[in-house]
């Protein structure tokens, strides 16, 4: 696959792809981390999700001519491998495997925007904060102990994330980690106990 893409080095605050844009394929995240972000009309930018080695985005069309529905954005020095159209409809053909995998990583992306509509769909900031952080868990891989790095993740990310202020974020981030539920740090977030934040949106 590698073969068939154009490898490119992004820099930090690159645009891998852009709002209203017409599209051509997908880029692989091979090293660094990408968020993609929505801008409204009135111009206030809304992050949608964290992508990191191994997803893609340019999605949800890979073919056809369309318009990009929100930006990818390097945060940080990216090195991407740029599958355009020709190449993907290649390897399609050469291969049902990637095919399989490139209608399954899509409906992954479908799922994760999906959640996070839902979450803005007039839940509190408390209730939209634990049902992020339960998805990024679900995405995470889990230490041997039972908890959740979630890796280079800021408050005001997550503020962008689910339309929230920081300082919203700061009380509930301090109320979860009084609870022992999770650990935080300048860039860094554990989650000690995902059954406990599950229960949260219970409550």
Known sequence: MVETGNLVLHQNRDYLVRQDEIGNGIHIIMRGMVESTYCGPQGRELMLAMWHSGDFVGAPYVLGDHRHNWSARAVGRVEALHLDQNAIRRLIAQSPGFAVALIECLGFKGETYSTLAQTLGGQKVAERLVLLLVKLCENAVQDAN??????????????????????????????LQEEGIITTAATTMIVNDLRALRRQLGD
Do not use: F, P, W
């Open 146 to 175: 039972g908890s959740i790095r979630l890796g280079r993740i800021t408050q005001a990310n997550l503020a962008r994330m689910i339309g929230a202020t920081r300082q919203s974020i700061s009380l509930v981030l301090c109320r």
